[in-house]
T-cell receptor, first 108, second 115 residues
């Protein structure tokens, strides 16, 4: 069965303090690894898809990387508006299997 | 706005009642998914449609749950004889696959509270 583990569960940062979130996974036949952002009371918002080890993608202050066993989401010089829960998911077949998420709080 | 829409956004019901949720996917998307999310957890897969065909169901989807997607457009998720354990956020997502794995785009969710 596919397993996705995210760490840490929560992360409190000062504005401008860069950090990384970890997503480790076990899956048979990875078709893609996805990162989503979720704000309280809302549905997940798509950020990135990574398909193969060594791949990297960037969007504003976020950068996602992928190895054979884990993915990292790097947040560079975060701002308060980056506060959210970041979800990692793997796809094998049609469905996504999600981790529990990392809740990031950025203080001004 | 051409994103995924869900209705209602909130539903409060009493134990034992039936409820039905609706999802309208992005118009050109042929794949539709239902997930359930409880507090502090990531979404869990419930079921998947390609056009009007329901191709996969999770074992989480008990006999009290039924989903349909008539004509391959909108979808409904019905829960019969609701239980307090059904309280959760029900999320709908859609995607379009043309060769590779299609990103799934989520709607705002329907929050169900069973009293």
């Amino acid at each position: 069965e596919d397993q996705v583990t995210q760490s840490p569960e929560a992360l409190r940062l000062q504005e401008g303090e860069s950090s990384s979130l970890n997503c480790s996974y076990t899956v048979s036949g990875l078709r893609g690894l996805f990162w989503y952002r979720q704000d309280p009371g809302k549905g997940p918002e798509f950020l990135f898809t990574l398909y193969s080890a060594g791949e990297e993608k960037e969007k504003e202050r976020l950068k996602a990387t992928l190895t054979k066993k884990e993915s990292f989401l790097h947040i560079t010089a975060p701002k308060p508006e980056d506060s959210a829960t970041y979800l990692c998911a793997v796809q094998a077949g049609y469905k996504l299997s999600f981790g529990a998420g990392t809740t990031v709080t950025v203080r001004a | 706005d051409t994103g995924v829409s869900q209705d209602p956004r909130h539903k409060i019901t009493k134990r034992g009642q039936n409820v039905t949720f609706r999802c309208d996917p992005i118009s050109e998307h042929n794949r539709l998914y239902w997930y359930r999310q409880t507090l502090g957890q990531g979404p869990e897969f419930l079921t998947y449609f390609q056009n009007e065909a329901q191709l996969e169901k999770s074992r989480l989807l008990s006999d009290r749950f039924s989903a349909e997607r008539p004509k391959g457009s909108f979808s409904t998720l019905e829960i019969q004889h609701t239980e307090q354990g059904d309280s959760a956020m029900y999320l709908c997502a859609s995607s379009f696959k043309a060769g590779g794995s299609g990103e799934q785009f989520f709607g705002p969710g329907t929050r169900l509270t069973v009293l």
